[in-house]
């Protein structure tokens, strides 16, 4: 791959050449080769289960997930202020999961953390898998590049995080999601990541209706830089299986679809 990329930095949107940024940070499980497959490839062939990527042409990133999106100055200066917290918040996480079974399974308790500092890493990762957007992720980039900017509007952005087994690696950049439900569907803008053992939905324009998957940490960004907290999270653990935003069907439930999905064409579309 050449080293050669050169763009509009994500955060400070400079054109400059940019370098690679690891998404989550390195340290947090982000290190061994990865193997990312597009989105549409997985959908080139009607018979493949989303999670099967075998045969797939990937690009084969060595140094593990992430994207040229930042410039030199940008990637160093946040991954100086805020990387470690992110890197020790997902490592108390990987060892609550390996401490199965699980003694307190409804809550995790996590001590001594930065939260804003982990919530502006967080954003960070937002602002790069979004780098083409602009208006609405505009307050976003300033609040990671202002390291002692306090608060996020919450009439205009909610971040919702939860934990996941899954090894499946997603970005998606922003995108309207429908939920249906029995009161009717209702549309919201969202953007997600997940990355093992986290996971984290960025919902514009929240609505105080609709249905929020997740543990709010929107509140994380109204702590100082400097002030640290001990936490309880419920511990919301979703199963990840496909590249959709705020999608958690476990693999038998798409099985299922896919299923009647065919029955549905057998019965429906003549040969
Ligand atoms: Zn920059």
């Known amino acids: ?10 955060l400070c949107r400079q054109y400059a ?3 690679f940024e690891h998404i989550p940070p ?21 018979e493949r289960m989303p999670w099967d990527v075998s045969g797939l042409r990937y690009e084969n990133l060595q140094q593990g997930m992430g994207r040229y999106s930042l410039c030199e100055p940008c990637n160093n200066k946040t991954g100086s202020w805020y990387g470690n917290d992110y890197i020790s918040i997902a490592h108390i996480i990987h060892h609550f999961f390996a401490k199965k079974p699980f003694s307190n399974p409804t809550g995790v308790e996590i001590r001594e953390i930065y939260p804003l500092r982990f919530i502006k890493q967080v954003v960070s990762m937002f602002c790069s898998i979004n780098s083409n957007i602009d208006t609405v ?17 919450k009439n205009k952005y909610k971040i919702c995080m939860y934990f996941t087994e899954s090894n499946f690696v997603k970005y998606a950049p922003l995108s309207v999601l429908a939920k249906f439900d029995d009161s009717g569907s209702e549309a919201i803008a969202v953007s997600e990541i997940t990355a093992y053992p986290l996971g984290f939905i960025l919902y514009f324009d929240p609505t105080d209706s609709y249905k929020y998957d997740g543990v709010d940490i929107t509140s994380f960004a109204d702590y ?20 959709f935003p705020a999608h958690f069907r476990s693999r ?6 896919v299923e009647e999905n065919k029955k549905w064409a057998e019965d429906n579309i003549g040969e």
């Open 224 to 243: 100082g830089y400097d002030c640290s907290a001990t936490i309880q999270l419920p511990f919301i653990v979703k199963e990840m299986n496909d590249i």
């Open 252 to 257: 038998e439930e798409i099985e299922k679809c």
């Open 137 to 153: 992720m505009c307050e976003l980039r300033d609040f990671v590049l202002n390291k002692d900017k306090v608060g996020i509007d």
């Open 1 to 10: 791959m050449s080293n050669n990329h050169y763009g509009k930095c994500a």
């Open 17 to 19: 050449k940019l370098s």
């Open 26 to 46: 390195e340290a947090a499980f982000n290190s061994t080769p990865a193997k990312p497959v597009r989105g549409d490839k997985l959908f080139s062939k009607g």
